[in-house]
């Protein structure tokens, strides 16, 4: 368990610069070139300062980190990159050319945004590059103070018809003149290795104060939008849901009941963490990623403890049976299928790239478990076969058929929501994904919390009750004075 704390502690840690939209970090120029963010902005509205996207924040060398004469020859280049100059730029880094800075820039200059380039002017380096580090306490030398956001030393901003990502890259190439002004220009390879502060914020609307400001999309990449209010709403429902099943447990003390309240908490856990989260980051950037992290995590848990409840209910237990049915099988092919829908969400975590679009169950781990839940569905369906075959009351009979259909739809709707993931633009999928799975939740676990409310026990369940509290109740007595 220790281990796997320190484990969690670490993952967050790595992934909190590029997950949040302002980002604060340092950057050493031999490591050639950095992604620093991902971000999709889209027009708030109609006015052009107030309406488009901004990029914009400091960047200077840090203090101590090199000699007097590197930080004077110090010089490396801060882009933003759209959707279709990024993949080229990608790919050149890629091909490992001697003279690959001369190759990143011819690839950029060929794209519709880099055309005002003049690579033999670094004083008009195009509206979406700037040279960087810039001098402390001034603006950088390529940029015009009218054009900057207060307190800044660059800008962009980003007037996009349509939500679409931009990728903010620090590369350590410059433009440089070999002979004269005006011919024979090239970009080279910085010579000085020096290591960068800077403090970028990544925004949809203008900074400095507008009319136009809304705290739901001002920080948040277009994706994400609408997805603070989303857990808002679920956090509201789960807390009204939590303290229901509380008082309805209280009479019982079977372990189904305190299973499906375990997970009912794991969940509401889970939804307030993320809640918590995506407020603090429409107030700072930032959040805190690792109540994110903790949020999934116990989500995935929720997950794994509620399939075990519905294997258990499928076997009959306190239904048709007072014993769990080949219990070693059960808990053996649920312990599996736990471990590696907790290695995928890792395996998310560490080995998807940032710049991927692609979802984690489009790898061999995520189809792992795509296949292993296949599986326990159609074990599921035939243990719920059997087991309705060995019972004779009708009110029962009728309870397993509901009981099947119901949750042979929570079984299957992941493998659909990951069809439907691959279907939909990344610019959507997140928002609509995340409502389906949350709204999937909160109607399989209010429709078990009805199933096993304490007055529908004698009907469907051999559930033990509390007897001594039905008793002072039954003659009038008040319980908790005792």
């Known amino acids: 368990m220790h281990i796997s704390f320190v484990f969690i502690v670490v993952s967050c840690s790595a992934f909190h610069i590029v997950s949040c939209m302002h980002i604060v970090g340092t950057w050493d120029s031999g490591s050639f070139s950095s992604l620093l963010a991902k971000f999709s902005f889209n027009r708030v509205s109609d006015s052009a300062m107030d309406g488009g996207g901004y990029v914009y924040g400091n960047v200077t060398l840090q203090y101590g980190a090199a000699t007097d004469d590197q930080q004077s020859l110090a010089s490396f280049s801060l882009m933003l990159l759209d959707k279709d100059a990024f993949p080229k730029y990608d790919d050149a880094l890629s091909s490992q050319i001697f003279d690959s800075c001369s190759e990143v820039f011819d690839v950029l200059v060929d794209q519709t945004n880099y055309e005002m380039i003049n690579r033999c002017n670094p004083k008009n380096m195009g509206k979406y590059i700037v040279e960087v580090p810039c001098p402390i306490d001034q603006i950088c030398p390529t940029e015009r103070e009218d054009d900057l956001v207060q307190d800044s030393q660059f800008t962009f901003q980003i007037l996009d018809s349509k939500p679409r990502y931009w990728y903010l890259v620090l590369l350590a190439c410059y433009p440089y003149d070999n002979e004269s002004m005006t ?96 407020v603090l980051y429409a107030v700072n950037g930032e959040g805190f990623s690792w109540l994110e992290h903790m949020g999934q995590l116990f989500q995935i848990v929720m997950q794994c403890c509620f399939m075990l409840l519905l294997l258990l209910l499928a076997k009959g237990w306190t239904i048709t049976r007072t014993d769990i049915h080949q219990k070693k099988i059960v808990f053996a092919v649920w312990g599996v299928y736990s471990l590696f829908y907790v290695f995928l969400y890792f395996w998310q975590m560490l080995m998807i790239s940032l710049v991927s679009d692609t979802t984690e169950y489009q790898s061999l781990a995520g189809g792992i478990v795509l296949a292993l839940r296949l599986i326990i569905l159609i074990w599921f369906v035939y243990e719920l076969h059997t087991t309705r075959l060995q019972e004779s009351a009708e009110p029962k009979l009728k309870f397993y058929k509901y009981f099947g259909i119901g949750y042979f739809v929570w079984f299957i709707h992941l493998p659909i929501l990951v069809i439907i993931a691959a279907l939909i633009s990344p610019q959507y999928r997140l928002k609509a994904i995340t409502g389906m799975t949350l709204s999937g939740d909160l109607l399989s676990i209010s429709a078990m919390v009805y199933l096993l409310w304490p007055s529908r026990n004698p009907t469907y369940f051999k559930l033990v009750v509390d007897e001594r509290k039905v008793l002072l109740q039954k003659y009038g007595y008040a319980y908790n004075t005792i």
């Open 183 to 278: 011919k024979n220009c090239t970009w080279a390879q910085s010579t000085s290795d020096a290591v960068v502060d800077y403090n970028i914020w990544l925004v949809n609307g203008y900074p400095n104060g507008s009319f136009n400001f809304n705290p739901f999309t001002f920080q948040f990449s277009y994706e994400k939008q609408t997805i603070l209010q989303m857990f808002m709403v679920f956090a509201f429902l789960y807390t009204i849901l939590f303290p229901a099943q509380i008082t309805a447990q209280c009479g019982q003390s079977h372990p189904l009941v305190k299973l499906l309240t375990l997970c009912l908490f794991l969940e509401y856990i889970g939804v307030v963490c993320f809640f918590i989260h995506y």
